[in-house]
């Protein structure tokens, strides 16, 4: 049976990095039929270019001069892994530690692999690369997962495929972008844990939410506290919503917090279900931006 093209594809993502450069073909010099490259080439640093869709954002200046001593006594001993663009330039796929910390130690030229990639795969590349061996802090991998949402037209399912996790895995990361600037700052400044994040997320009300959070910092509070602080200001106010509804039948309320609790787990934000005596109501999906709106109407199956 005739494998297409796109399952080859989504095979080689599903089985991270290594896959993907090992099917990426490159052309010989002499313009005959592709062929992988099997050798490593030295290539000047000043004809590589950073990698513009690289997800992490920030490098520790003190790893990367301890970097740099190690290759100063040791050189490089896994190459990096480029693409060429044009005679004499290249692009990184992956491997910019070792490139700038090769620029600190003085080196001219460092060891590569040659490949071809377009920009989709040098994406994914650079996403499932810094995954797998770079620790990126929860707030990357989100925006990570997000530009391969948006720039590779990918569904959250594909998505999942892709980096080898579970859809709701990605949708907890997803949510942290919804948080203000300031929570977002915390969690790539590795001020607060994705734990803490998450228990925010939960909270509708944006000025509660930093209130918490720059006490959560001064306090240094654990996560569990944090969501004991949380659950405490959600059941004030269902108290006092309870309170406005005490005419409500019990057995109603019950069905009605039932089930807006699926509508919350399943949409992967709090819902909000309301309905009177007369079984008149309504129902309120938040969202926060574009791609979240996006995400929701997939779920709904109506893009």
């Known amino acids: 049976m005739a494998v297409s093209k796109t399952n ?9 990095l290594g896959a993907l450069l090992q099917d990426s073909p490159q052309k010989n010099s002499e313009g005959g039929e592709n062929h992988p490259i099997a050798g490593i080439f030295e290539i000047p640093l000043e004809q590589i270019q950073v990698n513009p869709f690289q997800p992490r954002t920030h490098f520790d200046k003190t790893a990367l ?7 100063t006594v040791q050189g490089i001993i896994q190459p990096i892994t480029v693409r060429k663009l044009a005679d004499k330039e290249y692009q990184l796929i992956s491997g910019e530690r070792r490139y700038q910390a090769s ?12 490949r071809l990639a377009n920009d989709q795969q040098m994406l994914e590349m650079a996403l499932i690369e810094n995954i797998q061996r770079e620790n990126l802090n929860a707030l990357e991998i989100a925006h990570s997962y997000q530009r391969l949402l948006s720039e590779c037209d990918l569904k959250q399912e594909q998505l999942g495929d892709r980096v080898g996790k579970n859809r709701t895995t990605v949708n907890n990361y997803l949510r942290l972008l919804k948080l203000p600037p300031d929570i977002q700052a915390g969690i790539r400044d590795q001020k607060i844990s994705m734990g803490h994040a998450r228990a925010l997320i939960n909270i509708e009300d944006v000025d509660k939410q930093l209130a918490i959070f720059n006490r959560m910092i001064t306090e240094e509070l654990s996560v569990r506290k944090v969501e004991a602080l949380v659950k405490d200001l959600s ?8 309170s ?13 917090n039932k089930l807006q609790q699926k509508l919350a787990s399943h949409f992967g934000t709090k819902v909000s279900l309301k309905a009177d005596q007369k079984d008149k109501g309504e129902i309120k999906i938040p ?7 996006n995400r929701i109407l997939e779920i709904l199956d109506l893009i």
């Not at 001069?65 to 290759?71: H, K």
């Open 244 to 256: 406005s509804q005490s005419k409500t039948d019990p057995v109603k309320k019950y069905e009605i």
């Open 8 to 16: 080859k594809k989504r095979g080689a993502l599903g089985k991270g």
């Open 287 to 293: 969202f926060h931006s574009t791609s979240d709106l």
């Open 65 to 71: 001069e301890e970097l740099a001593e190690s290759i």
């Open 235 to 242: 059941e004030g106010k269902e108290k006092k919503e309870a």
């Open 103 to 114: 620029k600190m130690a003085g080196l001219d030229k460092i060891p590569a692999y040659v």
